[in-house]
């Protein structure tokens, strides 16, 4: 994997939030392809319950400042950036105040969804691409964790389809077992359709449930990995049927392995 360039986008990566199979797999796999002399970036969401002194992340001026356009509002784009402590690893963060200021991830105190998920999912999913260009860092691989990055397959292979940068890269997904309840907004299909994406390419998002979700990522990827020792078995035949090479579960002891052979002989 030496020089390599793989980034790596994720709902949660620890430390920044609690462990669990997204956000322990979104530091495990950078830091095993860092190891390799590989060139790695991380990008996740920037939520009001990150501490940022504790984590020292400071906001990238010359990054920041653009606007992105969201079911035809413009929300303004902060980028701010830390570094795993003694693993050498950048972390980008998308921030907006309006999506991303308050004080928890997905779910209110009841453990309601926020309604406003899906949008924050597409503004994620635009501002790690136009952050990228602007870093002008090609990608070799891109590499999809949890449901708050799952749009990204879709808007790479649609709304930004003409951008050359991308022209090489290969869309990587991990697929978990664990999601949300119930779905998203009913208008999500409407809103990705307004960035030029037809009805055709987006129809599983008109019942936006998680598995839907992901089905439209896997459909829209290069390959996917399995993530989570029991997936529900609809997305299980989902992959299996996709015709996408799939990387089945692996366990800790064999995971590097098995993945960098992966990337290597099947994706790059």
Request: aromatic share 10%.
């Given at each position: 994997m030496e020089d390599k360039r793989i980034l790596y986008v994720s709902s949660e990566v620890v430390p920044y939030l609690a462990e669990n199979e997204v956000s322990l797999q979104s530091y495990e796999f950078p830091k095993m392809i860092n190891n390799l002399g590989g060139q790695i970036r991380i990008f996740m969401p920037r939520y009001g319950n990150i501490n940022e002194r504790r984590h020292q992340l400071h906001e990238v001026i010359r990054l920041s400042g653009m606007n992105l356009v969201v079911n035809d509002m413009d929300m303004p784009l902060i980028i701010k950036v830390a570094s795993i402590p003694k693993e050498r690893i950048q972390v980008y963060f998308i921030d907006n105040d309006e999506y991303f200021k308050r004080k928890a991830t997905f779910t209110d105190e009841e453990g309601n969804l926020f309604p406003d998920n899906d949008e924050r999912a597409i503004f994620f999913a635009k501002g790690v691409v136009e952050t990228v260009k602007k870093l002008n860092w090609v990608p070799d691989v891109i590499h999809v964790h949890g449901w708050?990055?799952?749009?990204?397959?879709?808007?790479?292979?649609?709304?930004?389809?003409?951008?050359?940068?991308?022209?090489?890269?290969?869309?990587?997904?991990?697929?978990?077992?664990?999601?949300?309840?119930?779905?998203?907004?009913?208008?999500?299909?409407?809103?990705?359709?307004?960035?030029?994406?037809?009805?055709?390419?987006?129809?599983?998002?008109?019942?936006?449930?998680?598995?839907?979700?992901?089905?439209?990522?896997?459909?829209?990827?290069?390959?996917?990995?399995?993530?989570?020792?029991?997936?529900?078995?609809?997305?299980?035949?989902?992959?299996?049927?996709?015709?996408?090479?799939?990387?089945?579960?692996?366990?800790?002891?064999?995971?590097?392995?098995k993945y960098t052979s992966f990337l290597k002989n099947q994706v790059l």
């Open positions: 708050m990055a799952s749009l990204l397959p879709l808007y790479l292979k649609h709304f930004y389809k003409n951008e050359g940068i991308f022209a090489e890269t290969k869309i990587v997904t991990s697929v978990y077992g664990s999601g949300f309840e119930g779905e998203l907004d009913g208008n999500l299909i409407d809103k990705v359709c307004f960035d030029n994406v037809s009805k055709d390419d987006a129809k599983l998002l008109e019942k936006p449930s998680y598995e839907n979700i992901m089905k439209l990522t896997i459909d829209h990827s290069d390959a996917v990995i399995v993530g989570s020792e029991e997936l529900p078995s609809d997305l299980t035949k989902y992959i299996e049927s996709s015709g996408k090479p799939f990387l089945p579960f692996a366990n800790k002891e064999e995971v590097q392995e």
